[in-house]
């Protein structure tokens, strides 16, 4: 599904003295089976955004496009089954699991949506084998589960209800390092096998360069930059001037151009082809 | 300042030990990583440091003052901690309030008081922010006033328990900084637990913990050589030993290893004016 924003503006409580403007004049498009990554600082307006996506909020004016959807100033009754198509993983979704057993938690979207319960039933084992968990977690309680296996289970309970989106805020925020990176090959793997659009919010540079492949930058309720990340990236300045940093491997690369002269292009290497490629280079003599 | 004699620690008795027959000590005024994956032990042995949890067998003692159910209201006051999310930590209506409020429980006379609380604040500089409400503050100024509060019972060690994690990179950064800063001009015990090494490697001394015990402890740059090993419990090492292990099987080698970009950067430097 394609998601396109057209002169969107957002104001928190208008017209009283507690005004504020969230998102001004937000035009972007995010093509259908893109992994988009958006960034900025803590009050970019990157939640408020994300908030338009399922329609949890509607503009204040412009419209906002997902597939047939159209979200407008005007009331939609058809946010149900907008939300069904759109799933959202928000942060620390752990803290929402309540159910007795990790099989009721899963199936309660299916439920809250109307669907066919014993059909999703049907489909659990499948679920659980995509987001790498074991089927006998089904008759535990989710509290038993260690954090990053009860984020597994908050994302089974997304997909289960076959959405075309999936948007994830900060999915790898607490966890361990084997944590993060068993979740960003997931994210991976539901947006190259199921073709899913992944809309993931991150402070984690690393991880936008390494798995969207669109980024887009927001400051102060506006988006002031837009492209393929390693563009993006590429002005470390202007990112600067905003709170942001770049992803450190670019940061050293820029660093060993400057100061070095040592000729280095970032084409997704990991860290020890890298540091292979780092002495070669010297090794040729850097040409300062 | 503390020390752990053969402590075990088990949340129930039918699950394993989180803490298993541990052993270690940390010196005065020592900087301490305290570094596992999920579940590796490292929250509870926080925990075990300043008696919010009393060990199973085994025994601590924090400043010569061993931990029991007599003493560990003392040992608290020696012992502060920063816990992970700074919206949990808050009770005060101002900066100032909040800062204060740990020091009502102590019988503090109100001179002192508002010695003291100018004195935690100016330390973190958050000073300028007193009259503030606490919520209006960003997640790396809020932990900066939850370190100033500790500061104010000036206790002999701060456990930072995964402070960093909810902050952002400039959050981050912040807090490193604020801690690098009392280390010059204080006296202080820090342990700082997280599962980052590039945030560890500020630390004089790295602590691996895994399934209860203590895995292995060393400097920064000693640890770090342990790439596979540290990978397969579950830990990183920092991107850039990452890519120092490549240039290093590459034929680059350098006098010491880098810890952070700059150390990096500088010896590639000197060693390339010399090729």
Known sequence: MEIVFENVDFIYQPNSPFSHQALKDISLTIKDGDYAAFIGHTGSGKSTLLQHLNGILRPTSGTVRIGDFELTTKKNNEIKSLRRKVGVVFQYPEHQLFEETVEKDILF?????????????????????????????????????????????????????????????????????????QIMSLIDSLHKKKRMTIILVTHHMEDVLRHANQAFVLNKGELVMQGEPVEVFQEEERLRKIGLGIPEELQLINQLKQTLGLPITYLHQSPSELGKDIAKALHAGGNR | MIVFNKVSYSYDKNSGNAVDELSMSIEQNEWIALIGHNGSGKSTLAKLMNGLLLPTSGTISVDGLSLSEDTYWEIRKKVGMVFQNPENQFVGTTVMDDVAFGLENLGVTREEMVKRVSAALKEVDMYSFKDQAPNRLSGGQKQRVAIAGILAIMPEVIIFDEASTMLDPNGKQEL???????????????VYITHDLSEAAYADRIIVMNEGRQWMSGKPREVFQYQNELSEIGLEIPLISSIYAGMNEHGVKLEKEPLHMKELVDQLWKLSSKM
């Open chain 1, 109 to 181: 979207g299916p439920k809250n949506f109307g669907m066919d319960v014993e059909e999703a039933k049907h489909n659990l084992p499948t679920i659980l084998e995509e987001v790498g968990l074991p089927t006998d977690v089904l008759q535990r309680s989710p509290f038993e589960l260690s954090g990053g296996q009860m984020r597994r289970v908050a994302i089974a309970g997304v997909l289960i209800t076959e959405p075309n989106v999936l948007i994830l805020d900060e999915p790898t925020a607490g966890l361990d390092p084997r944590g993060r990176k």
């Open chain 2, 176 to 190: 490193l900084e604020t801690i690098k800063g009392l280390r010059k001009t204080k006296k202080m015990t820090i």
